[in-house]
Structures are given as structure tokens and as C-alpha cells.
């Protein structure tokens, strides 16, 4: 079986041993196991007096093979996979035949661990290599915690693992991760050259474990590893592998590489059993399973190509949506109402992509380039030839059906019809027209060029056809589609409808708004519901919040707070007044006079006695209503799978993804708890809280949301 992921060729005296394990060769036990069996076959045959390692298929070793870390923490920590590496990468740094790294594409985690155990490292200029474990809620495994220091230096290495970012061959280069570039085709030779001159000693072997040229003193890697986790601020918190990566790394500076070894070994099973991980695990493969949508994307149809795109409205959506596809290499045609919005429009779109030229990730020429890709026009000439069509529009129900009904005219027979409503029901938008086959939902977040997740919403009549063209489009925007059913709010809305009412509720009962801001935030949201109705836009938050109110009116709490406001045209960051005050347009600071606003709703919700509540009790009174809600939603199957919630609270809400997304955060509590906890709550202040039977049968049954 090893043989079939690893081979080994003698030519002359080099023995190069090929990776190749498609799609991207990843570290496998095969693979692992074929290494070192490679490698013991070359040292035992007298004709080879050196060893080249390689991969096929234009990539090193992309990463570890995910699915054996998933299984591995699933066993507690009992899988041997890193230490299995390890072993193996010590051994063969001290080979006594000198062992050459011929790195094409991505050397990555367990890949650049490979590398780095090399006598010599030769990249190519396609190559990129990082230690991105920190991602997974993981640390390096197999010494990576203790080279990457010694080669390129404590800071550089820290940022870089920190970051989970990869260094492009330049850096590489500069920073001693290789000691050579050369173009791919050149790669193998290069490699074979290096591998004789090291065996005839006419290249002096580079060994990163025993080089401490770069390492600082005791006290000085001290205050850097304090500085980086000082540096990581909000974003660490509740996170443990951040530190324990630091811990390893500093281990190996203080006490030495063997002891800095054995600790990353100990800290790496510590993160591997860390709910972070499991959680950041499963996110890794929630995404992928998302695309998948049984009776759509396994029935073999081609998607049709998308090159060209209208996009009508300018606004604050279309202008991201434009952005977005003109990023992805389609001809895009930006319709608005009149010549002053046309050019607003087109300003967002040219704004979007010029801040990508000033950050340095795209150049002028291909700023050009795409722009030269842009039509802005008033009226639908040319939508004929469309392949797709997305509206944008204020949302109202009248002027979307009409917009519909000028798309049926206007464009051909095939061209998708697609709609970025967040609110309006879909087959209520096509209801005008003889085209509900090709009438689908794609609702993009704010702002539509940086968000990664697209709700595909199915109507009623959507075809199948559709729906995979627009499932492919999306993941050719680079985001991540998840496929939902047609209702008010969709899924992501309509989960977090009772996030923002609950909180509401709980003011009425005398919690402080900033203290239920902080819990939120302390549990890992990215802000509190108050702070995020700020962002949103008050007078947005009540215009949605009362659609959604109409819709699932058998189940809402309404505090009269939001009105306060919303009369008072504290609209949020945008009119730097809302529940805070922003006084230099973004920072958000307390606001003692929302305390006046405060007692006028909890008078009108009649003084209700206040409730001691702790911050997990905060937490769990915002949340389990989401729970309950995305329940439903299963139930109905508004969501296909638990986990497509887990992507859309992650990306769509910010949920924090190191707990999993939303049904995965439930298993934790399990579905007993939280029907217990609706149920206490629904018997003391009413039926808005009553945990639905989806919830109720699940409690009974046993067993996770999440597979
Ligand atoms: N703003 C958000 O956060 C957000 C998020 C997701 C979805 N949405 C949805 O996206 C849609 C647009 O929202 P927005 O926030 O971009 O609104 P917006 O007010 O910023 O932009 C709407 C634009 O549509 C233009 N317009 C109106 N009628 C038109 C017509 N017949 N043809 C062409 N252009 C026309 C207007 O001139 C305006 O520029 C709505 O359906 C909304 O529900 C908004």
C-alpha cells in the first residue's frame, strides 16, 4: 500500500523518492510510512550516496491529511500520526546520506516540517511554504515549533505561525527556508545537482535543529512571545493554541531543542483533544459538504458558463456584487435608476478595487483590466445577452415583482434570474412572471466583496439546472454557497431573529445592554447584538426586524427600546448615535443617557422584577433561541444539514468558529439541556420561548445535531 503513495527511483547515485498522492499529497500514515520506507531502502543500497525528495502533481506536501487529525481527536488524542512524523523527520535530518527537499507549489504544516528536516531545501518559483496548524486549532507537530525559529528567527517564525500565513518563494528564499529558487522544470535536476555536492562535501549541509545563530537570549524571547500574545489582543480570546505554539517554541529557546521538542509533542495533544480544535476541524469540512446538495450537484450537469453578468442597483449590495464578479473575471453591466446613482454606484466599485491596489493585492494593470470589464448603463439594452442577471434593489415588493417582470422581457430564455432580497419571499418576487424556473436567491452579506458566504435560495419552481449554475458561480466568486429553502428571512436571518429580540427582552428585565454586549463578545461573537444593530443601521434593524416579526409573530418578544431610538434618529454608527456614541465616526463608547431610553421600555413592558443573570446565562437566554429557531428550520428543511448552520452562523454572523458554528456549539450542551432550559423559560414568560418539537424529539431521542 506505501508503495503505491511513494516512489523510489536510483539514478546513479541519487535515489529520488517521488510523493504521490493526489490531489495534493498530503501527509497520510501511507505516505509517512512510505518515506521511511524510501529513505531505508536508499541507505541500504551502496550504489546511492545521496536522496532527493520531491512531489508529484506540482506540489510538495500540502498539509496533513485532515481526516486522520479529525479521527485522531476523536480518539483522544490516541492517533500517532505527528508523533509517527517526527520520529521520522529527526532521523532523517541526521541521515547519514544527505537528504535533498525539492520543493515545487505548497510545502504546508506537516509539508514544510518535511522540508525543513532536509540536509539542503531547493524551491522553485512557485513556491509557498507556512505552518498553518494554528488554523486547525492546532500547533506544529513534527518540530516545526522548533526549526522554523532556528532558520528564519523567533519573530518572523512566530508571526508566521500565529498568522497561518503563507511566505510566497521570495521570502522563502530571504528567510533561509530554501537555499536555492530555480523554475519547476529546472527543479528535479537542481535538486539532483545539490544532492552529489553535499555527498562529495563540496556544499556544507544545512541542519536546522543545531543552528542557534538566530536564536535570542532567554530574556529576550521572553518579552517576544509576551509581545506576540499582547499582540493577538481580542483575537485569542478563548483560544489555547496561540499560547501553547508560543510555549513550544520558547521551550526550545530556553531549554534547549530536545526539551522545546518534547513540549510541542505534549502541547500538540493538548490542542488536538481542545474543543477549539474539533471545532475548527469541523469547520474545515463543513464548507465543502455545504456545496454538495443532494438532487442538485449529484446529478451530473454541467453548469452553465457565466461570462457575463447585469447587475441592477449600485448600492451599498450591488456595488460589492459587481466588485465581486468583476474580481472573478466576468463581464459585468451595472444598471441604476438614473445618471447620478449610475455614478455612484460605479464610484463604490471603483473604490472597492482601488483599495485592493493600495494594499498592494492587485496591481493598476489588473485594476485596468477589470474596470475595462465594467458597462454602466439606465436601461436594459444588452441584457439579451446575459447569463445571469442579479437585482439589487431596495427591497419592496412592488417594485421588485415589476423589475421581474422587465427581466422576463428583456433578457433570453436561459439567462438565470437571480435576486439579493434579504427579506422578501422569493416566489412573491417571480409571481409576475412565467420564469420561476430561472428565478433563484442569491443573498450576498455586507459588503458583498469581502463577506464568503452566498445563501443559494431555492424557490418553489427553481430547476435544478439553475440552482447548480448558480451554486458554481458562487464558488467561483470564491465564497462558500449554502443551498436553503424559501422564507422570510432565509436561514441566517431567520436563525438570529431572536438573538437581538431575546437580548431586548433581557433589558426589559434590568441587564444592562453593555453588559450583555460584553458577555456576547467574551463568548467569542464579533459584538454584541446592541453594538451590532449600531453597525446594521437602527432604522434597518426595525424595518427587518418587523417583516420578520409578521412572519413568526406566534413567537416574539418586541422591547419598545429600538423605537426609542429609531424616534430619537439614533440610527446607529452612521448617524454616530445608536445605542453608543461614536464620536470619531467608528469607535463605539458607552452612552449614559441610553439609560433614560432603558426605563421608558422597561415601563412600557411593565417594570418586570429584575433578573440576576450571570454572563453564561446571558449567553445561553440570546442563543438557545437561535438554537430553537435553526431547529425549525431543519425541521422544514429551510437548512439541508446542522452543519450548512454551523457555515452560515460562522460566515454570515461571525459565530465563532474555533466553537464550530451554532449545531455544534448545541452538542455541547446537548439537546436535553436546551429544551429543559426553552422549556423553563416558556412556562415563566410565555411561548415565544417554547422550544419547538424538532428540539423536543431530539431531547428525547439522544444523539448530536452535528454527525
Ligand atoms: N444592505 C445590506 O446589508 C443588505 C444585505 C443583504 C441583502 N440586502 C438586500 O440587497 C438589496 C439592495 O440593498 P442595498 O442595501 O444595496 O440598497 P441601496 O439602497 O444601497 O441600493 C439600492 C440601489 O438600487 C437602485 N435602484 C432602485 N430601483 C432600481 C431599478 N429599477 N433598476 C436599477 N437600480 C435601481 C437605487 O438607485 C439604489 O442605488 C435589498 O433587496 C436588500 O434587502 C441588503
Redesign the pocket.
Known amino acids: 500500500m506505501a508503495a503505491e503513495v511513494v516512489h523510489r527511483v536510483v539514478q546513479g547515485d541519487v535515489a529520488v523518492i517521488t510523493i504521490d498522492s493526489p490531489p495534493v499529497n498530503s501527509l497520510s500514515r501511507p505516505v509517512v510510512e512510505g518515506l521511511v520506507a524510501a529513505v531505508n531502502a536508499a541507505n541500504q543500497n551502496d550504489a546511492v550516496k545521496a536522496i532527493v525528495v520531491h512531489g508529484a502533481g506540482g506540489n510538495f506536501v500540502a498539509g496533513a491529511d485532515i481526516g486522520e487529525l479529525k479521527e485522531a481527536a476523536k480518539q483522544a488524542g490516541k492517533g500517532q500520526v505527528a508523533a509517527n512524523l517526527a520520529v521520522a523527520l529527526e532521523d532523517f535530518e541526521d541521515n547519514a546520506k544527505p537528504i535533498v527537499m525539492a520543493i515545487d507549489g505548497f510545502a504546508l504544516g506537516g509539508g514544510l516540517e518535511l522540508a525543513m528536516s532536509g540536509q539542503w531545501r531547493i524551491g522553485t518559483t512557485k513556491c509557498r511554504v507556512g505552518l498553518p496548524e494554528l488554523s486547525l486549532g492546532l500547533i506544529p507537530g513534527a518540530g516545526g515549533t522548533q526549526r522554523l525559529p532556528r532558520i528564519v528567527g523567533p519573530q518572523l517564525a512566530a508571526e508566521m505561525m500565529l498568522a497561518s500565513r503563507q511566505a510566497k518563494a521570495p521570502e522563502a528564499l530571504d528567510a533561509g527556508i530554501v537555499q536555492a529558487l530555480v523554475e519547476p522544470d529546472a527543479l528535479l535536476d537542481a535538486a539532483m545537482t545539490a544532492a552529489r555536492k553535499l555527498a562529495a562535501g563540496e556544499l556544507t549541509p544545512v541542519q536546522a535543529s543545531r543552528d542557534e545563530s538566530k536564536l535570542p537570549s532567554a530574556d529576550e524571547a521572553k518579552q517576544l512571545v509576551d509581545m506576540a500574545i499582547g499582540m493577538m489582543g481580542a483575537k485569542g480570546r478563548n483560544l489555547i493554541h496561540p499560547q501553547l505554539c508560543l510555549d513550544a517554541m520558547l521551550c526550545g529557546i530556553t531549554e534547549g531543542y530536545s526539551a522545546g521538542l518534547k513540549r510541542e509533542e505534549e502541547n500538540f495533544r493538548k490542542c488536538l483533544v481542545s474543543p477549539q480544535a474539533q471545532g475548527l476541524i469541523h469547520m474545515f469540512f463543513a464548507p465543502r459538504a455545504a456545496t454538495k446538495v443532494p438532487g442538485v450537484t449529484d446529478q451530473n450537469l454541467k453548469p452553465a458558463k457565466i461570462a457575463t453578468a447585469a447587475v441592477?442597483?449600485?448600492?451599498?449590495?450591488?456595488s460589492g456584487i459587481a466588485t465581486s464578479l468583476l474580481q472573478s473575471g466576468v463581464a459585468v453591466t451595472l444598471?441604476?435608476?438614473n445618471a447620478e446613482?449610475l455614478a455612484?454606484?460605479q464610484g463604490r466599485i471603483e473604490s472597492n478595487l482601488m483599495s485592493r491596489v493600495k494594499k498592494g493585492r492587485i496591481s493598476q494593470a489588473k485594476y485596468d483590466e477589470m474596470m475595462s470589464r465594467l458597462t454602466a448603463q439606465t436601461d436594459y439594452s444588452g441584457f439579451n445577452k446575459m447569463n445571469i442577471v442579479i437585482e439589487?434593489?431596495?427591497?419592496n415588493i412592488k417594485?421588485k415583482q415589476a423589475?421581474f417582470s422587465d427581466l422576463e422581457s428583456a433578457t433570453g430564455p436561459k439567462c438565470i434570474l437571480a435576486s439579493?432580497?434579504?427579506?422578501i419571499d422569493l416566489d412573491v418576487i417571480g409571481k409576475k412572471t412565467s420564469a420561476a424556473d430561472r428565478i433563484v436567491g442569491t443573498?450576498?452579506?455586507?459588503p458583498a466583496h469581502v463577506m464568503p458566504l452566498v445563501e443559494v435560495v431555492r424557490g418553489k419552481n427553481t430547476s435544478v439546472e439553475t440552482l447548480n449554475t448558480t451554486i458554481a458561480l458562487v464558488k467561483a466568486l470564491k465564497k462558500t454557497p449554502v443551498t436553503v429553502g424559501n422564507c422570510v428571512g432565509f436561514l441566517v436571518n431567520r436563525i438570529f431573529f431572536p438573538y437581538g429580540q431575546v437580548a431586548g427582552f433581557l433589558v426589559d428585565h434590568g441587564v444592562d445592554p453593555y453588559a450583555i454586549d460584553k458577555a456576547l463578545f467574551d463568548f467569542g461573537m464579533p459584538m454584541g447584538p446592541f453594538r451590532m444593530g449600531d453597525l446594521?443601521g437602527i432604522d434597518?434593524a426595525k424595518f427587518a426586524g418587523g417583516i420578520l416579526a409578521d412572519a413568526y409573530a406566534d413567537r416574539v418578544y418586541q422591547s419598545t427600546l429600538v423605537d426609542y431610538l429609531f424616534d430619537a434618529k439614533r440610527f446607529g454608527q452612521k448617524t454616530g448615535h445608536g445605542y453608543y456614541i461614536y464620536e470619531d465616526g467608528k469607535t463605539a463608547t458607552e452612552d449614559s443617557s441610553l439609560a433614560e431610553l432603558v426605563e421608558k421600555a422597561r415601563k412600557d413592558a411593565g417594570t418586570p422584577p429584575a433578573l440576576e443573570v450571570t454572563d453564561n446565562d446571558i449567553v445561553e437566554w440570546t442563543l438557545l433561541g437561535v438554537v430553537n429557531e435553526a431547529c425549525r428550520c431543519l425541521d422544514e428543511g429551510i437548512a439541508i444539514r446542522a452543519s450548512d448552520i454551523d457555515v452560515a452562523s460562522v460566515m454570515g454572523m461571525g459565530f465563532p468558529p474555533y466553537r464550530g458554528g451554532l449545531m455544534k456549539y448545541a452538542d455541547t450542551l446537548g439537546a436535553k439541556y436546551i429544551a429543559d432550559r426553552l422549556t423553563g423559560w416558556s412556562e415563566e414568560y410565555g411561548p415565544a420561548f417554547a422550544p419547538c418539537k424538532y428540539l423536543l424529539d431530539k431531547a428525547a431521542a439522544g444523539g448530536s445535531f452535528v454527525d
Open positions: 441592477l442597483g449600485g448600492g451599498t449590495m450591488g444598471k441604476e435608476i446613482a455612484a454606484g439589487a434593489v431596495v427591497d417594485l423589475v439579493n432580497t434579504s427579506t443573498h450576498f452579506f455586507s446594521a434597518v
